[in-house]
Protein backbone atom coordinates (compact mmCIF):
# COMPACT_ATOMS: atom_id res chain seq x y z
CA UNK A 1 0.00 0.00 0.00
CA UNK A 2 1.49 3.47 -0.82
CA UNK A 3 1.94 6.49 1.56
CA UNK A 4 -0.42 8.20 -0.73
CA UNK A 5 -3.24 5.62 0.05
CA UNK A 6 -2.28 5.33 3.79
CA UNK A 7 -3.70 7.79 5.99
CA UNK A 8 -1.71 6.55 8.88
CA UNK A 9 1.92 6.37 6.56
CA UNK A 10 0.93 9.94 5.87
CA UNK A 11 0.34 11.11 9.48
CA UNK A 12 3.65 9.24 10.40
CA UNK A 13 5.92 11.16 7.73
CA UNK A 14 4.12 14.46 8.78
CA UNK A 15 4.95 13.98 12.52
CA UNK A 16 8.60 12.50 11.62
CA UNK A 17 8.93 15.98 9.25
CA UNK A 18 7.62 18.00 11.98
CA UNK A 19 10.13 16.83 14.54
CA UNK A 20 12.93 17.07 12.14
CA UNK A 21 12.21 20.47 11.48
CA UNK A 22 11.89 21.21 15.49
CA UNK A 23 14.66 19.09 16.51
CA UNK A 24 17.20 21.75 13.52
CA UNK A 25 15.35 24.93 15.54
CA UNK A 26 16.51 23.17 18.73
CA UNK A 27 19.89 22.94 17.21
CA UNK A 28 20.02 25.71 15.92
CA UNK A 29 19.00 27.92 19.58
CA UNK A 30 21.61 25.63 21.85
CA UNK A 31 24.35 26.22 19.41
CA UNK A 32 24.39 29.20 17.66
CA UNK A 33 21.76 31.50 19.37
CA UNK A 34 18.15 33.19 18.46
CA UNK A 35 19.47 35.58 16.41
CA UNK A 36 20.96 33.13 13.92
CA UNK A 37 17.72 30.78 14.44
CA UNK A 38 15.83 32.02 11.26
CA UNK A 39 13.55 30.33 9.27
CA UNK A 40 16.20 30.11 6.41
CA UNK A 41 18.47 28.89 8.47
CA UNK A 42 16.34 26.43 10.22
CA UNK A 43 14.57 24.92 6.68
CA UNK A 44 18.35 24.42 5.33
CA UNK A 45 19.35 22.25 8.56
CA UNK A 46 16.23 20.19 8.59
CA UNK A 47 16.31 19.91 4.65
CA UNK A 48 13.13 20.16 3.83
CA UNK A 49 11.26 23.14 1.84
CA UNK A 50 9.79 26.47 2.59
CA UNK A 51 6.42 25.17 2.19
CA UNK A 52 6.96 22.28 4.63
CA UNK A 53 8.39 24.66 7.30
CA UNK A 54 5.62 27.11 6.71
CA UNK A 55 3.19 24.35 6.97
CA UNK A 56 4.35 23.38 10.18
CA UNK A 57 5.42 26.05 11.56
CA UNK A 58 3.57 29.44 9.70
CA UNK A 59 5.68 32.16 12.04
CA UNK A 60 9.15 32.39 13.27
CA UNK A 61 7.70 32.94 16.85
CA UNK A 62 5.94 29.71 16.32
CA UNK A 63 8.57 27.90 15.06
CA UNK A 64 10.81 28.80 18.45
CA UNK A 65 8.27 29.02 20.78
CA UNK A 66 7.72 25.09 19.81
CA UNK A 67 11.30 24.42 21.06
CA UNK A 68 10.52 25.16 24.77
CA UNK A 69 9.00 21.27 25.01
CA UNK A 70 12.25 20.16 23.99
CA UNK A 71 14.51 22.89 25.58
CA UNK A 72 12.68 21.94 29.41
CA UNK A 73 13.16 17.93 28.78
CA UNK A 74 16.84 18.62 28.13
CA UNK A 75 16.79 20.48 31.53
CA UNK A 76 15.57 17.87 33.07
CA UNK A 77 17.63 15.58 31.86
CA UNK A 78 20.75 17.54 32.39
CA UNK A 79 19.12 17.63 36.08
CA UNK A 80 19.20 13.95 36.69
CA UNK A 81 23.00 13.69 35.25
CA UNK A 82 24.35 16.29 37.95
CA UNK A 83 22.59 14.12 40.39
CA UNK A 84 23.97 10.57 39.33
CA UNK A 85 27.32 12.95 38.94
CA UNK A 86 27.53 14.18 42.37
CA UNK A 87 28.41 12.30 45.88
CA UNK A 88 25.73 10.34 47.21
CA UNK A 89 26.82 11.78 50.63
CA UNK A 90 25.59 15.29 50.29
CA UNK A 91 23.20 16.78 52.40
CA UNK A 92 19.74 18.03 50.57
CA UNK A 93 20.56 21.64 50.48
CA UNK A 94 23.58 20.76 48.86
CA UNK A 95 22.41 18.09 46.72
CA UNK A 96 19.83 20.26 45.21
CA UNK A 97 21.58 23.52 44.91
CA UNK A 98 24.40 21.62 42.98
CA UNK A 99 22.48 19.70 41.33
CA UNK A 100 20.25 22.68 39.80
CA UNK A 101 22.67 24.93 39.39
CA UNK A 102 24.54 22.42 37.30
CA UNK A 103 21.49 22.52 34.86
CA UNK A 104 21.22 25.81 34.98
CA UNK A 105 24.47 26.62 33.87
CA UNK A 106 23.68 23.86 30.21
CA UNK A 107 23.39 24.84 26.75
CA UNK A 108 20.15 24.22 26.73
CA UNK A 109 18.49 26.41 29.96
CA UNK A 110 20.92 29.06 28.76
CA UNK A 111 19.04 29.35 24.76
CA UNK A 112 15.89 29.03 26.16
CA UNK A 113 16.85 31.95 28.78
CA UNK A 114 18.10 33.43 25.68
CA UNK A 115 14.46 33.30 23.74
CA UNK A 116 12.85 35.06 26.59
CA UNK A 117 15.34 38.03 26.78
CA UNK A 118 14.53 38.36 23.03
CA UNK A 119 10.75 38.14 23.83
CA UNK A 120 11.18 41.42 26.12
CA UNK A 121 10.44 43.54 22.41
CA UNK A 122 9.06 41.22 19.93
CA UNK A 123 5.42 40.63 21.24
CA UNK A 124 4.24 37.73 18.71
CA UNK A 125 7.59 36.26 19.93
CA UNK A 126 6.33 36.79 23.75
CA UNK A 127 2.74 35.61 23.09
CA UNK A 128 3.73 32.45 21.44
CA UNK A 129 6.21 31.52 24.31
CA UNK A 130 3.47 32.17 27.32
CA UNK A 131 1.28 29.97 25.39
CA UNK A 132 4.30 26.81 24.51
CA UNK A 133 5.51 27.29 27.87
CA UNK A 134 2.46 26.66 30.26
CA UNK A 135 2.26 23.30 30.12
CA UNK A 136 6.19 22.06 29.84
CA UNK A 137 6.71 24.71 32.84
CA UNK A 138 4.99 21.98 34.74
CA UNK A 139 7.02 19.38 34.13
CA UNK A 140 10.07 21.46 34.88
CA UNK A 141 8.09 23.07 38.24
CA UNK A 142 8.31 19.24 39.33
CA UNK A 143 11.54 18.31 38.64
CA UNK A 144 12.38 21.55 40.91
CA UNK A 145 9.97 20.53 43.96
CA UNK A 146 11.60 16.79 44.15
CA UNK A 147 14.74 18.66 44.41
CA UNK A 148 14.39 20.27 47.33
CA UNK A 149 11.50 17.90 48.72
CA UNK A 150 13.69 16.49 51.97
CA UNK A 151 12.59 20.53 52.96
CA UNK A 152 9.09 20.54 52.99
CA UNK A 153 8.51 19.92 56.36
CA UNK A 154 10.70 23.04 56.98
CA UNK A 155 9.10 26.88 57.56
CA UNK A 156 11.51 28.38 54.61
CA UNK A 157 10.36 25.66 52.10
CA UNK A 158 9.05 28.09 49.78
CA UNK A 159 11.52 30.90 49.96
CA UNK A 160 14.10 28.63 49.74
CA UNK A 161 12.90 27.17 46.34
CA UNK A 162 11.80 30.23 45.19
CA UNK A 163 14.96 32.21 46.08
CA UNK A 164 17.60 29.18 44.92
CA UNK A 165 15.80 28.88 41.74
CA UNK A 166 16.15 32.70 41.22
CA UNK A 167 19.56 33.07 42.64
CA UNK A 168 20.99 29.90 40.46
CA UNK A 169 19.23 31.83 37.01
CA UNK A 170 21.40 35.43 37.95
CA UNK A 171 24.40 32.72 38.63
CA UNK A 172 24.11 31.02 35.24
CA UNK A 173 23.38 34.42 33.21
CA UNK A 174 26.63 36.11 34.91
CA UNK A 175 28.78 32.67 34.45
CA UNK A 176 28.08 33.76 30.67
CA UNK A 177 29.12 37.27 31.14
CA UNK A 178 32.10 36.80 33.04
CA UNK A 179 33.84 33.92 32.95
CA UNK A 180 35.58 33.00 36.24
CA UNK A 181 34.95 29.65 37.49
CA UNK A 182 36.30 30.43 40.91
CA UNK A 183 34.29 33.46 41.76
CA UNK A 184 30.80 31.53 40.74
CA UNK A 185 31.98 28.85 43.18
CA UNK A 186 32.61 30.81 45.76
CA UNK A 187 28.97 32.07 44.93
CA UNK A 188 27.80 29.18 44.71
CA UNK A 189 29.10 28.23 48.67
CA UNK A 190 27.96 31.36 50.35
CA UNK A 191 24.50 30.72 48.66
CA UNK A 192 24.21 27.39 50.16
CA UNK A 193 25.51 28.66 53.45
CA UNK A 194 22.52 31.54 53.62
CA UNK A 195 19.82 28.77 52.49
CA UNK A 196 20.88 26.87 56.16
CA UNK A 197 20.77 29.96 57.74
CA UNK A 198 17.07 30.55 56.18
CA UNK A 199 16.12 27.33 57.19
CA UNK A 200 17.31 27.27 60.79
CA UNK A 201 14.90 29.96 61.17
CA UNK A 202 11.78 28.95 62.94
CA UNK A 203 9.24 31.30 60.75
CA UNK A 204 9.43 34.11 58.28
CA UNK A 205 8.22 37.52 59.10
CA UNK A 206 6.23 37.41 55.58
CA UNK A 207 5.21 35.16 53.92
CA UNK A 208 7.10 33.72 50.54
CA UNK A 209 6.22 33.81 47.30
CA UNK A 210 5.06 30.20 45.82
CA UNK A 211 8.10 28.56 43.83
CA UNK A 212 8.62 29.49 40.14
CA UNK A 213 11.07 27.80 38.68
CA UNK A 214 10.31 29.14 34.56
CA UNK A 215 12.71 31.54 33.08
CA UNK A 216 9.24 33.07 31.76
CA UNK A 217 7.00 35.80 33.22
CA UNK A 218 4.15 33.64 33.13
CA UNK A 219 3.96 33.85 36.87
CA UNK A 220 4.64 37.58 37.25
CA UNK A 221 3.82 41.15 35.61
CA UNK A 222 7.36 41.35 34.59
CA UNK A 223 6.54 41.62 30.84
CA UNK A 224 3.21 43.18 31.32
Known sequence: MTAKSNPSMRVLQREATHQRILDAAVASLVEHGTAATTTVAVQQRAGVSRGALLHHFPSHAEMLAATIGELVRRNEEAVRRALTNLPGDLEPVERATRALADAFAQPAYLAELELWAVARTGAALRTALRAAERGARRDFDRVVSDLFAPLRDRPAYQAVVTLS?????????????????????????????????LLDQPTLSSPAPSPVASPGPSRSSTME
Not at 170 to 176: D, F, P, T
Not at 178 to 189: G, M
Request: aromatic content about 10%.
Open 165 to 197: TEFLRGLALAGVLRNDPARQSLLLDTWIWSVRV
